[in-house]
């Protein structure tokens, strides 16, 4: 299993995030950088661990107030060994290729922007992109259809629980349950990684035990409630 690090930018900060209220998000304070800036975060999340995969949430791009593609291309050049997971909102076929034509990264499309499940057909049809099947306190975002077609799916889906990000409250372990039962009810067996509530190395041993491909985390490693050791045993 991959641990991968996650920083959500927002007016040109890393901020941080918790439950999915992004209105309340406010410039991260944390050991790992004297700064909010992107590249001093990011800096320290490497200097914790030799992380591969960088996750990126532009939380300006998804409310569309704006974008951080000069930021994004500022940690591109900075650390040009990360594969950068990138939301900015995005939900058409062509917004991906460009983004894989410009080497920004990979696209993660995200269930609460899109619009309907033929949207969803069509972006993730060509290929290339993650989707992310987002949930909140009160059940899915976006299109039902898109949660529950697993023939619509990618070969990597991220299953985030946006209520439980930043709470300490355990990962949703029953929602990568029912999303793994889902596909290999079709006889699919994408890639899934977990988003949302680790506390620490317990959950980290969890989802592995579950089969998980990966886990997004920001607050633990910013805390130190996972460490140097485990954060460089699972990079």
Not at 7 to 12: H, N, Q, R, S, T
Not at 142 to 157: C, S, T
Not at 167 to 179: C, F, K, M, N, V
């Amino acid at each position: 299993m991959q641990l991968i690090p996650v920083v959500d930018l927002k007016g040109g900060c890393v901020v941080h995030a918790r439950r999915g209220e992004r209105d309340a998000y406010r410039p991260i304070h944390t050991p790992l950088a004297a700064t909010s800036a992107p590249i001093d975060v990011v800096a320290g999340l490497l200097a914790l661990a030799p992380f591969r995969t960088l996750y990126v949430a532009d939380l300006d791009a998804i409310a569309g107030t704006g974008g951080h593609g000069e930021v994004i291309d500022g940690l591109r050049a900075a650390f040009p060994h990360l594969d950068l997971w990138v939301d900015a909102g995005e939900a058409r076929a062509d917004q991906v290729r460009a983004r894989a034509a410009q080497r920004r990264g990979t696209s993660v499309i995200g269930t609460e922007t899109l619009p309907d499940v033929a949207a969803a057909g069509a972006v993730l049809a060509g290929g290339g992109a993650i989707l992310s099947l987002d949930h909140d306190a009160a059940g899915p975002r976006g299109p039902v259809a898109v949660h529950e077609d697993a023939a619509l799916w990618p070969e990597r889906v991220i299953v985030m629980t946006l209520a439980r990000v930043g709470s300490g409250e355990g990962p949703d372990l029953a929602a990568l349950e029912r999303t793994a039962a889902r596909a290999a009810g079709i006889g699919r067996h994408p890639s899934l990684y977990a988003a949302g509530g680790v506390r620490g190395p317990g959950d980290l041993d969890q989802l592995a035990a579950a089969g998980v491909a990966g886990a997004l985390v920001a607050s633990t490693l910013h805390d130190g409630r996972i460490g140097p050791d485990t954060a460089r045993l699972w990079a």
